[in-house]
C-alpha cells in the first residue's frame, strides 16, 4: 500500500509539473520509443545491470584507438606508484598489461618491492617496458614506507597511486591528462570506481560526489584513484607509518588541508578496479579490519586537531564509516521556528516532544499562528504560552501573543493585518525568523516528532563551525520508512529527497542516508541555520511559497561560500504535510507549475550540470541512486568533468 501511495504522489507531482496533457504525450513518446527499440533489437538496461551500463558507456576499441592520436597541450609525464610485498604473479601481470594498454603513453610506473624475497617470475614483465621502473628494498618498510620508496623514484609532475593487485582502465590515464588540460590548476584528482573479482568480472560500482570535506572526514570516499601533482605530495611528505592501515586516508585529509577545494577535480568515471580476493583489503579478517579502522579514526582526529575544530570520532553504521560529533562552544540560544495552522493534536505532539525530549536547555520555541479557523487552537495558545520557552506569534496580526492580551479567533479577525492570502511557508519562515532572540534558528515542521534528545547539540555543533551554513536531519514516514535523507538537486526534474521510503533498519546506496554528508540542500521541516544567514541570504524567497523553497535557501547558503550538512544522527518522525493538505486542486497545481518555473530560472545553471554532490551516471529518476538505465553521454563533453567550489 504504501508503494502504490507513493507511486500516486509521484504521477501527482509530473502532472503538477508538467500538465496532464503533456505528460499523456510523454507517456505515448516513451511507448513509441520502446517499440523502436524493440524493432530494432536494441536492449533497454535494467536498473543494476552494471555489464549493460559498462557495455553501452565505456569507450569501444575504435574510442581508444581516437584517444591513442590526441596530441595534449599539457601532456605531463604521470608517474603510477605501486608499492609491492608478495605480489600474485597473475595480479602483476594484470597490472602491468594496464599499464601498456593505456591510451596515453606519457607515464612511468614506479615499483618498490618490500618482500622478504624477490619473485623471479616477475623479471619478465619488468623488462617489457623501458618506462617501468623496479625497486627491491631488501626489508619490508610496511605500507607507507614501502609506498614512499616508490615515490622516491617518481620523475612525473603527477604522482597516481596504484595497489599491486588492482588495475585501470585502459583509458584511465588519457581522462585524467584531459580532466589537467581542462583544469590546469588541478593539484588533486580523483574518480570514480569498481570492483574485480579472482575471474575479472567487475561489480559494485562507486560513483562518487565532487569534493565534500564532512563526507571525506567520515568515509574514505576518494579512495581509488587518486593523483597528485608532485609538488603537493612534495608539500605532504609522502605516506605516514603510524597511519598504516589508514595511511591513504591519511594523505587525502591532508592533502583536503593543503590543496584549494576549487583546485580538487573529480572525474566522473570509473578508471579504476579493485581487486577483490582472499588476501585483499576488502577481505579483511576482523583483527585487520579494528586495526584499519582504529589508524582511520587516528587519521580524522590528528585532522581535526590540524584545523582547529573540536570533535569526537566513533564507528559509524556500517565498517568503513566513521562518525564526527563537534563540541559545542559556550551556550548559545536556539530558536525552534514552528509555523502552524488549526491542528491543535499534531501541533501539541510536535510541542510536548522537543519540551520533553530535548537536552539541550537554552532555546525557545515560537509558533507561528497562521490562518486558523478553529478556536480550539486558540485555547491551546493560551496553555504553552504560559510556559517559559514557549512563544506565539501571529503572522496574521503581525505580533507576538501575550498571556495577559486577548487571544482568540475573534480577536485575531479583527485586527487582521494585511497579508496575501493563501499558504506561504517562506513568508511565515521570514515573520517567525524575525523574532527569533537566538544565534541559530531551526525551521521545524509542526507535524514531526522528536527521536533523539540531544538534537540540539549535534546540531550546534556543526553550526557553529564558520563555514557550515545549514544542518539538516533524517526524517521517517509513520511506516518506519524514510521520508528524508538530504535532498539532490535534479532528482524529478527539479529536487527530490534520497532515499524516500527505504526502511528505516535498512541501508541504500552505500549506505549514504546513514553517513554525515555535505549536500545541496536538505529539507525545511527541519533545517538549522545561523540567524544571520537569513538576513545575509536575502530571506527564505516568497515567491516560492510552498515548493522548492527550503531547496532555494540552501542554495543561496552555498552559493554565499557555506556547507549544507546533513546529519542522519538527528532522527524525527513527519506525518507529512498533515496541516496542509495534497497539490490536487487547479489553483495550488497553476501555483506549483509557476514555482517551478521560477526555480529553473533561477537555478538552470545547477539543473543543467548536475548537482555536484550527485554523479552524472546516477540516474534523476528515482531517489534510490540507481544507474542510469541509458547512455551516458559524456565523452568529449567540457562540462561534467567538474569541479567541487567551496
Same mark, same amino acid.
Given at each position: 500500500?504504501?508503494?502504490?501511495?507513493?507511486?500516486?504522489?509521484?504521477?501527482?507531482?509530473?502532472?503538477?509539473?508538467?500538465?496532464?496533457?503533456?505528460?499523456?504525450?510523454?507517456?505515448?513518446?516513451?511507448?513509441?520509443?520502446?517499440?523502436?527499440?524493440?524493432?530494432?533489437?536494441?536492449?533497454?538496461?535494467?536498473?543494476?545491470?552494471?555489464?549493460?551500463?559498462?557495455?553501452?558507456?565505456?569507450?569501444?576499441?575504435?574510442?581508444?584507438?581516437?584517444?591513442?592520436?590526441?596530441?595534449?597541450?599539457?601532456?605531463?609525464?604521470?608517474?603510477?606508484?605501486?608499492?609491492?610485498?608478495?605480489?600474485?604473479?597473475?595480479?602483476?601481470? #594484470?597490472?602491468?598489461?594496464?599499464?601498456?594498454?593505456?591510451?596515453?603513453?606519457?607515464?612511468?610506473?614506479?615499483?618498490?618491492?618490500?618482500?622478504?624475497?624477490?619473485?623471479?617470475?616477475?623479471?619478465?614483465?619488468?623488462?617489457?617496458?623501458?618506462?617501468?621502473?623496479?625497486?627491491?628494498?631488501?626489508?619490508?618498510? &610496511?605500507?607507507?614506507?614501502?609506498?614512499?620508496?616508490?615515490?622516491?623514484?617518481?620523475?612525473?609532475?603527477?604522482?597516481?597511486?596504484?595497489?599491486?593487485?588492482?588495475?585501470?582502465? #585502459?583509458?584511465?590515464?588519457?581522462?585524467?591528462?584531459?580532466?589537467?588540460?581542462?583544469?590546469? =590548476?588541478?593539484?588533486?584528482?580523483?574518480?570514480?570506481?569498481?570492483?574485480?573479482?579472482?575471474?575479472?568480472?567487475?561489480?559494485?560500482?562507486?560513483?562518487?560526489?565532487?569534493?565534500?570535506? =564532512?563526507?571525506?572526514?567520515?568515509?574514505?570516499?576518494?579512495?581509488?584513484?587518486?593523483?597528485?601533482?608532485?609538488?603537493?605530495? #612534495?608539500?605532504?611528505?609522502?605516506?605516514?607509518?603510524?597511519?598504516?592501515?589508514?595511511?591513504?586516508?591519511?594523505?587525502?585529509?591532508?592533502?583536503? /588541508?593543503?590543496?584549494?577545494?576549487?583546485?580538487?577535480?573529480?572525474?566522473?568515471?570509473?578508471?579504476?578496479?579493485?581487486?577483490?580476493?582472499?588476501?585483499?583489503?576488502?577481505?579483511?579478517?576482523?583483527?585487520?579490519?579494528?586495526?584499519?579502522?582504529?589508524?582511520?579514526?587516528?587519521?580524522?582526529?590528528?585532522?581535526?586537531?590540524?584545523?582547529?575544530?573540536?570533535?569526537?570520532?566513533?564507528?559509524?553504521?556500517?565498517?568503513?564509516?566513521?562518525?564526527?560529533?563537534?563540541?559545542?562552544?559556550?551556550?548559545?540560544?536556539?530558536?525552534?521556528?514552528?509555523?502552524?495552522?488549526?491542528?491543535?493534536?499534531?501541533?501539541?505532539?510536535?510541542?510536548?516532544?522537543?519540551?520533553?525530549?530535548?537536552?539541550?536547555?537554552?532555546?525557545?520555541?515560537?509558533?507561528?499562528?497562521?490562518?486558523?479557523?478553529?478556536?480550539?487552537?486558540?485555547?491551546?495558545?493560551?496553555?504553552?504560552?504560559?510556559?517559559?520557552?514557549?512563544?506565539?506569534?501571529?503572522?496574521?496580526?503581525?505580533?507576538?501573543?501575550?498571556?495577559? /492580551?486577548?487571544?482568540?479567533?475573534?480577536?485575531?479577525?479583527?485586527?487582521?493585518?494585511?497579508?496575501?492570502?493563501?499558504?506561504?511557508?517562506?513568508?511565515?519562515?521570514?515573520?517567525?525568523?524575525?523574532?527569533?532572540?537566538?544565534?541559530?534558528?531551526?525551521?521545524?515542521?509542526?507535524?514531526?516528532?522528536?527521536?533523539?534528545?540531544?538534537?540540539?547539540?549535534?546540531?550546534?555543533?556543526?553550526?557553529?563551525?564558520?563555514?557550515?551554513?545549514?544542518?539538516?536531519?533524517?526524517?521517517?514516514?509513520?511506516?518506519?520508512?524514510?521520508?528524508?535523507? &538530504?535532498?539532490?538537486? &535534479?532528482?524529478?526534474?527539479?529536487?527530490?529527497?534520497?532515499?524516500?521510503?527505504?526502511?528505516?533498519?535498512?541501508? &541504500?546506496?552505500?549506505?549514504?542516508?546513514?553517513?554525515?554528508?555535505?549536500?545541496?540542500?536538505?529539507?525545511?521541516?527541519?533545517?538549522?541555520?545561523?540567524?544571520?544567514?537569513?538576513?545575509?541570504?536575502?530571506?527564505?524567497?516568497?515567491?516560492?511559497?510552498?515548493?522548492?523553497?527550503?531547496? #532555494?535557501?540552501?542554495?543561496?547558503?552555498?552559493?554565499?561560500?557555506?556547507?549544507?550538512?546533513?546529519?542522519?544522527?538527528?532522527?524525527?518522525?513527519?506525518?507529512?504535510?498533515?496541516?496542509?493538505?495534497?497539490?490536487?486542486?487547479?489553483?495550488?497545481?497553476?501555483?506549483?507549475?509557476?514555482?517551478?518555473?521560477?526555480?529553473?530560472?533561477?537555478?538552470?545553471?545547477?539543473? =543543467?550540470?548536475?548537482?555536484?554532490?550527485?554523479?552524472?551516471?546516477?540516474?534523476?529518476?528515482?531517489?534510490?541512486?540507481?544507474?542510469?538505465?541509458?547512455?551516458?553521454?559524456?565523452?568529449?563533453?567540457?562540462?561534467?568533468?567538474?569541479?567541487?567550489?567551496?
Amino acid at each position: 500500500m504504501n508503494i502504490i501511495k507513493h507511486r500516486i504522489n509521484q504521477i501527482k507531482f509530473y502532472i503538477g509539473k508538467y500538465g496532464f496533457i503533456k505528460i499523456v504525450k510523454k507517456c505515448i513518446k516513451t511507448v513509441l520509443r520502446k517499440i523502436v527499440r524493440t524493432l530494432k533489437g536494441e536492449k533497454e538496461l535494467q536498473y543494476g545491470d552494471y555489464g549493460g551500463w559498462i557495455k553501452y558507456n565505456e569507450p569501444k576499441d575504435a574510442d581508444l584507438k581516437k584517444q591513442m592520436k590526441v596530441n595534449f597541450k599539457i601532456a605531463p609525464k604521470i608517474s603510477v606508484i605501486v608499492p609491492m610485498y608478495n605480489t600474485k604473479e597473475k595480479f602483476f601481470k #594484470d597490472l602491468v598489461n594496464s599499464m601498456k594498454n593505456q591510451t596515453y603513453s606519457n607515464w612511468e610506473l614506479c615499483l618498490a618491492d618490500g618482500s622478504p624475497k624477490q619473485n623471479e617470475n616477475l623479471k619478465k614483465y619488468i623488462e617489457q617496458d623501458e618506462r617501468i621502473k623496479y625497486k627491491f628494498l631488501n626489508e619490508n618498510k &610496511g605500507i607507507a614506507g614501502n609506498t614512499n620508496a616508490a615515490i622516491e623514484m617518481a620523475t612525473g609532475e603527477y604522482i597516481a597511486l596504484l595497489d599491486h593487485d588492482d588495475i585501470l582502465a #585502459d583509458y584511465a590515464l588519457y581522462e585524467v591528462v584531459y580532466a589537467i588540460n581542462k583544469y590546469p =590548476d588541478s593539484e588533486f584528482l580523483y574518480s570514480d570506481e569498481d570492483k574485480i573479482d579472482e575471474n575479472d568480472n567487475r561489480y559494485d560500482a562507486y560513483f562518487k560526489p565532487d569534493f565534500a570535506p =564532512d563526507t571525506l572526514r567520515c568515509q574514505n570516499y576518494i579512495c581509488h584513484f587518486s593523483i597528485f601533482r608532485k609538488d603537493l605530495m #612534495d608539500k605532504l611528505e609522502g605516506f605516514r607509518a603510524d597511519y598504516d592501515g589508514a595511511q591513504d586516508y591519511d594523505i587525502f585529509l591532508r592533502m583536503s /588541508e593543503t590543496a584549494k577545494p576549487e583546485n580538487i577535480t573529480h572525474i566522473p568515471k570509473i578508471l579504476y578496479h579493485w581487486r577483490v580476493h582472499s588476501e585483499s583489503t576488502a577481505k579483511l579478517n576482523s583483527n585487520a579490519k579494528n586495526y584499519a579502522f582504529e589508524a582511520g579514526k587516528k587519521a580524522i582526529e590528528d585532522h581535526l586537531k590540524r584545523v582547529g575544530l573540536e570533535g569526537t570520532v566513533s564507528e559509524g553504521c556500517i565498517e568503513g564509516i566513521y562518525r564526527v560529533d563537534y563540541k559545542v562552544k559556550g551556550n548559545p540560544k536556539v530558536s525552534i521556528v514552528i509555523p502552524n495552522k488549526d491542528g491543535k493534536d499534531i501541533l501539541k505532539v510536535c510541542v510536548d516532544s522537543v519540551l520533553e525530549k530535548t537536552t539541550y536547555s537554552n532555546y525557545e520555541i515560537i509558533v507561528v499562528e497562521n490562518n486558523s479557523t478553529s478556536e480550539e487552537i486558540y485555547e491551546y495558545y493560551k496553555e504553552i504560552i504560559k510556559l517559559e520557552k514557549v512563544r506565539v506569534v501571529n503572522y496574521n496580526t503581525g505580533k507576538e501573543i501575550l498571556a495577559d /492580551e486577548e487571544c482568540s479567533l475573534e480577536f485575531t479577525n479583527k485586527n487582521r493585518r494585511e497579508v496575501k492570502p493563501g499558504f506561504n511557508y517562506s513568508a511565515i519562515i521570514n515573520f517567525g525568523v524575525k523574532f527569533a532572540e537566538g544565534e541559530y534558528s531551526i525551521q521545524l515542521n509542526n507535524d514531526t516528532e522528536l527521536m533523539t534528545p540531544n538534537w540540539l547539540e549535534l546540531m550546534v555543533g556543526f553550526c557553529q563551525r564558520e563555514d557550515v551554513g545549514a544542518v539538516g536531519v533524517k526524517l521517517y514516514f509513520p511506516d518506519e520508512t524514510i521520508q528524508h535523507a &538530504g535532498i539532490i538537486v &535534479g532528482i524529478g526534474g527539479i529536487a527530490g529527497n534520497r532515499f524516500k521510503s527505504i526502511p528505516k533498519a535498512g541501508h &541504500g546506496y552505500f549506505a549514504k542516508e546513514s553517513m554525515i554528508e555535505n549536500l545541496s540542500a536538505v529539507t525545511g521541516a527541519c533545517l538549522m541555520a545561523k540567524t544571520r544567514i537569513y538576513e545575509e541570504v536575502d530571506w527564505m524567497d516568497e515567491s516560492l511559497a510552498v515548493a522548492f523553497n527550503d531547496v #532555494d535557501f540552501c542554495l543561496k547558503i552555498r552559493e554565499k561560500g557555506y556547507l549544507v550538512v546533513y546529519n542522519p544522527f538527528v532522527e524525527f518522525w513527519h506525518f507529512e504535510s498533515k496541516s496542509r493538505g495534497q497539490e490536487d486542486s487547479p489553483e495550488k497545481i497553476k501555483r506549483f507549475q509557476g514555482e517551478i518555473c521560477r526555480f529553473e530560472q533561477k537555478w538552470g545553471e545547477i539543473l =543543467d550540470s548536475g548537482d555536484p554532490y550527485y554523479n552524472i551516471n546516477l540516474s534523476l529518476d528515482t531517489e534510490v541512486y540507481h544507474m542510469k538505465n541509458i547512455k551516458v553521454n559524456y565523452y568529449g563533453e567540457e562540462e561534467i568533468i567538474k569541479k567541487k567550489r567551496k
